[in-house]
Protein backbone atom coordinates (compact mmCIF):
# COMPACT_ATOMS: atom_id res chain seq x y z
CA UNK A 1 0.00 0.00 0.00
CA UNK A 2 2.54 2.39 0.65
CA UNK A 3 4.04 1.48 -2.98
CA UNK A 4 0.78 2.90 -4.12
CA UNK A 5 0.95 5.72 -2.04
CA UNK A 6 4.52 6.87 -3.43
CA UNK A 7 3.59 6.54 -6.74
CA UNK A 8 0.33 8.42 -6.77
CA UNK A 9 2.80 11.63 -5.29
CA UNK A 10 5.75 11.07 -7.60
CA UNK A 11 3.17 10.79 -10.61
CA UNK A 12 1.67 13.90 -9.93
CA UNK A 13 4.64 16.01 -9.35
CA UNK A 14 6.79 14.35 -12.35
CA UNK A 15 4.14 13.82 -15.19
CA UNK A 16 3.16 16.35 -18.43
CA UNK A 17 0.28 16.63 -20.35
CA UNK A 18 0.18 14.83 -23.43
CA UNK A 19 -1.19 17.14 -26.57
CA UNK A 20 -3.64 15.10 -28.17
CA UNK A 21 -6.51 15.37 -30.79
CA UNK A 22 -8.98 17.95 -29.17
CA UNK A 23 -12.44 15.66 -28.20
CA UNK A 24 -15.67 16.06 -29.80
CA UNK A 25 -17.48 16.74 -26.94
CA UNK A 26 -14.74 19.83 -26.78
CA UNK A 27 -15.50 21.28 -30.27
CA UNK A 28 -19.33 20.98 -30.00
CA UNK A 29 -19.28 23.38 -26.90
CA UNK A 30 -16.25 25.44 -27.98
CA UNK A 31 -16.68 25.24 -31.72
CA UNK A 32 -13.30 24.73 -34.08
CA UNK A 33 -12.49 27.94 -34.12
CA UNK A 34 -9.47 28.82 -31.20
CA UNK A 35 -10.84 30.52 -28.35
CA UNK A 36 -9.11 32.44 -25.77
CA UNK A 37 -7.16 30.59 -22.33
CA UNK A 38 -9.41 32.42 -20.55
CA UNK A 39 -12.75 30.72 -21.82
CA UNK A 40 -14.59 28.15 -19.86
CA UNK A 41 -16.37 27.01 -23.28
CA UNK A 42 -15.93 23.16 -22.68
CA UNK A 43 -17.36 23.45 -18.66
CA UNK A 44 -20.67 23.49 -18.46
CA UNK A 45 -22.05 26.70 -17.42
CA UNK A 46 -23.57 25.63 -13.79
CA UNK A 47 -20.24 23.76 -13.10
CA UNK A 48 -17.82 27.23 -14.08
CA UNK A 49 -18.32 28.00 -10.86
CA UNK A 50 -16.74 24.82 -8.59
CA UNK A 51 -14.00 24.55 -11.19
CA UNK A 52 -12.93 28.04 -10.95
CA UNK A 53 -12.95 27.59 -6.93
CA UNK A 54 -10.74 24.40 -7.68
CA UNK A 55 -8.30 26.52 -9.29
CA UNK A 56 -8.14 29.53 -6.30
CA UNK A 57 -7.68 26.76 -3.87
CA UNK A 58 -5.36 24.28 -5.83
CA UNK A 59 -3.32 27.58 -6.52
CA UNK A 60 -2.18 27.66 -3.12
CA UNK A 61 1.52 26.62 -2.87
CA UNK A 62 1.41 23.84 -0.41
CA UNK A 63 -1.31 22.11 -2.98
CA UNK A 64 0.05 21.37 -6.48
CA UNK A 65 -2.94 20.73 -9.01
CA UNK A 66 -4.15 23.88 -10.38
CA UNK A 67 -1.39 23.87 -13.26
CA UNK A 68 -2.63 20.34 -14.17
CA UNK A 69 -5.63 20.55 -13.99
CA UNK A 70 -6.27 24.11 -15.80
CA UNK A 71 -3.82 22.80 -18.60
CA UNK A 72 -6.00 20.11 -19.60
CA UNK A 73 -9.38 21.92 -19.40
CA UNK A 74 -8.25 25.61 -20.65
CA UNK A 75 -5.87 23.60 -23.46
CA UNK A 76 -9.54 21.74 -24.15
CA UNK A 77 -8.27 18.12 -23.39
CA UNK A 78 -11.54 17.45 -21.65
CA UNK A 79 -14.53 18.48 -21.08
CA UNK A 80 -17.02 18.81 -17.96
CA UNK A 81 -20.46 18.43 -18.21
CA UNK A 82 -23.74 17.45 -16.11
CA UNK A 83 -24.52 13.66 -16.77
CA UNK A 84 -27.36 13.76 -19.28
CA UNK A 85 -29.32 11.03 -17.63
CA UNK A 86 -31.30 12.42 -15.22
CA UNK A 87 -31.66 9.64 -13.13
CA UNK A 88 -28.24 8.56 -12.64
CA UNK A 89 -28.12 8.32 -9.12
CA UNK A 90 -31.58 6.86 -8.54
CA UNK A 91 -30.46 4.07 -10.67
CA UNK A 92 -26.48 4.17 -8.74
CA UNK A 93 -27.46 5.92 -5.48
CA UNK A 94 -23.53 5.50 -4.49
CA UNK A 95 -22.09 7.00 -7.71
CA UNK A 96 -21.11 10.44 -7.22
CA UNK A 97 -19.50 11.23 -10.70
CA UNK A 98 -17.53 9.59 -13.36
CA UNK A 99 -15.10 10.61 -16.34
CA UNK A 100 -15.49 8.80 -19.70
CA UNK A 101 -12.20 8.15 -21.13
CA UNK A 102 -13.39 7.39 -24.85
CA UNK A 103 -14.81 10.88 -25.21
CA UNK A 104 -12.24 12.74 -22.46
CA UNK A 105 -15.78 14.11 -20.75
CA UNK A 106 -16.33 14.90 -17.06
CA UNK A 107 -19.45 14.06 -15.56
CA UNK A 108 -21.48 15.34 -12.81
CA UNK A 109 -24.46 13.31 -12.07
CA UNK A 110 -27.85 16.20 -12.25
CA UNK A 111 -28.90 15.71 -9.31
CA UNK A 112 -25.94 16.90 -7.09
CA UNK A 113 -27.29 20.34 -8.89
CA UNK A 114 -29.10 21.28 -5.61
CA UNK A 115 -25.96 19.83 -3.23
CA UNK A 116 -23.74 22.83 -1.73
CA UNK A 117 -21.03 24.04 -3.61
CA UNK A 118 -18.42 22.42 -1.36
CA UNK A 119 -19.59 19.06 -2.07
CA UNK A 120 -20.07 19.69 -6.00
CA UNK A 121 -16.49 21.20 -6.07
CA UNK A 122 -15.14 18.09 -4.09
CA UNK A 123 -17.09 15.82 -6.73
CA UNK A 124 -15.58 17.62 -9.22
CA UNK A 125 -12.06 17.80 -8.26
CA UNK A 126 -12.10 14.10 -7.86
CA UNK A 127 -13.39 13.48 -11.47
CA UNK A 128 -10.51 15.76 -12.64
CA UNK A 129 -7.62 13.69 -11.23
CA UNK A 130 -9.51 10.91 -12.63
CA UNK A 131 -9.31 12.90 -16.13
CA UNK A 132 -6.14 14.40 -15.84
CA UNK A 133 -4.13 10.51 -15.04
CA UNK A 134 -5.86 9.65 -18.57
CA UNK A 135 -4.96 12.75 -19.82
CA UNK A 136 -1.36 12.65 -19.01
CA UNK A 137 -0.99 9.14 -19.14
CA UNK A 138 0.18 9.06 -15.47
CA UNK A 139 -0.35 4.94 -15.32
CA UNK A 140 2.33 4.37 -18.05
CA UNK A 141 4.55 1.78 -16.96
CA UNK A 142 2.49 0.68 -14.31
CA UNK A 143 0.94 -2.51 -14.23
CA UNK A 144 -2.72 -2.27 -14.50
CA UNK A 145 -3.76 -3.15 -10.87
CA UNK A 146 -1.22 -0.86 -9.17
CA UNK A 147 -2.22 2.13 -11.44
CA UNK A 148 -5.86 1.39 -10.78
CA UNK A 149 -5.13 2.20 -7.03
CA UNK A 150 -2.78 4.94 -6.98
CA UNK A 151 -5.40 6.39 -9.46
CA UNK A 152 -8.38 5.96 -7.47
CA UNK A 153 -6.36 6.86 -4.58
CA UNK A 154 -5.11 10.30 -6.24
CA UNK A 155 -8.59 11.38 -6.83
CA UNK A 156 -9.69 10.31 -3.41
CA UNK A 157 -7.52 12.76 -1.76
CA UNK A 158 -7.68 15.98 -3.87
CA UNK A 159 -11.24 15.33 -3.50
CA UNK A 160 -11.02 15.29 0.42
CA UNK A 161 -8.56 17.82 0.57
CA UNK A 162 -10.52 20.60 -1.78
CA UNK A 163 -14.02 19.87 0.42
CA UNK A 164 -11.83 20.37 3.66
CA UNK A 165 -10.76 23.88 2.03
CA UNK A 166 -14.02 24.82 0.18
CA UNK A 167 -15.27 24.58 3.60
CA UNK A 168 -14.32 27.18 5.00
CA UNK A 169 -14.28 29.76 2.58
CA UNK A 170 -17.61 28.97 0.71
CA UNK A 171 -19.93 30.77 4.04
CA UNK A 172 -22.25 28.09 3.22
CA UNK A 173 -22.85 27.44 7.33
CA UNK A 174 -20.94 24.58 9.54
CA UNK A 175 -23.89 22.39 9.85
CA UNK A 176 -24.20 19.98 7.01
CA UNK A 177 -27.21 20.17 4.06
CA UNK A 178 -27.42 16.51 3.12
CA UNK A 179 -26.18 13.31 3.23
CA UNK A 180 -23.07 13.49 1.05
CA UNK A 181 -21.91 16.86 2.54
CA UNK A 182 -22.26 14.93 5.56
CA UNK A 183 -20.55 12.53 4.93
CA UNK A 184 -17.81 14.34 3.51
CA UNK A 185 -17.69 16.66 6.82
CA UNK A 186 -17.16 13.78 8.84
CA UNK A 187 -14.39 12.25 6.72
CA UNK A 188 -12.32 15.83 7.35
CA UNK A 189 -13.15 15.74 10.55
CA UNK A 190 -11.77 12.03 10.72
CA UNK A 191 -8.93 13.68 8.74
CA UNK A 192 -8.08 16.44 11.72
CA UNK A 193 -8.26 13.59 14.22
CA UNK A 194 -5.89 11.51 13.08
CA UNK A 195 -3.77 14.50 12.14
CA UNK A 196 -3.49 15.23 15.73
CA UNK A 197 -6.67 17.36 15.54
CA UNK A 198 -4.76 20.67 15.52
CA UNK A 199 -4.62 21.15 11.33
CA UNK A 200 -5.25 18.79 8.44
CA UNK A 201 -1.75 17.27 7.54
CA UNK A 202 -0.34 15.23 4.75
CA UNK A 203 0.44 12.34 6.65
CA UNK A 204 -3.11 12.06 8.00
CA UNK A 205 -4.65 12.61 4.08
CA UNK A 206 -2.11 9.44 3.38
CA UNK A 207 -3.96 7.42 5.61
CA UNK A 208 -7.21 8.53 4.85
CA UNK A 209 -6.52 7.30 1.08
CA UNK A 210 -5.19 4.08 2.51
CA UNK A 211 -8.58 3.84 4.46
CA UNK A 212 -10.32 4.86 1.43
CA UNK A 213 -9.13 2.27 -0.82
CA UNK A 214 -9.80 -0.58 1.73
CA UNK A 215 -12.70 0.35 2.67
CA UNK A 216 -14.32 1.16 -0.35
CA UNK A 217 -13.49 -2.79 -1.93
CA UNK A 218 -10.31 -0.96 -4.28
CA UNK A 219 -8.05 -3.46 -2.77
CA UNK A 220 -10.64 -6.26 -4.86
CA UNK A 221 -11.93 -4.24 -7.64
CA UNK A 222 -8.24 -3.27 -9.00
CA UNK A 223 -6.59 -6.87 -8.77
CA UNK A 224 -10.13 -8.71 -9.82
CA UNK A 225 -9.26 -10.24 -13.02
CA UNK A 226 -9.91 -8.98 -16.81
Not at 6 to 26: E, F, I, K, W, Y
Not at 30 to 51: H, I, K, M, T, Y
Not at 91 to 96: D, E, G, I, S, V
Not at 192 to 197: D, M, P, V
Request: proline share 5%; net charge negative.
Amino acid sequence: MKLVLAVATALLLSSGVVHAQTPDRVKAMCGNQAVAWESLCNVDAGLREPFALIERIGGEPDFLIRDRLSAMIRDRHAAIDWHPNGTLTSTHPRLLGLYDESTRRGYVPQALGNEPLRVKTAVLAHELTHAIWNVDDMGAGLEAPIACLANEDLAYKIGLAIYARVYFLSGEGDRPRSAIDQSLLLQSLEWLQISGGQQFTPEGLEQMGRRHLLGAGYLERCFQPG
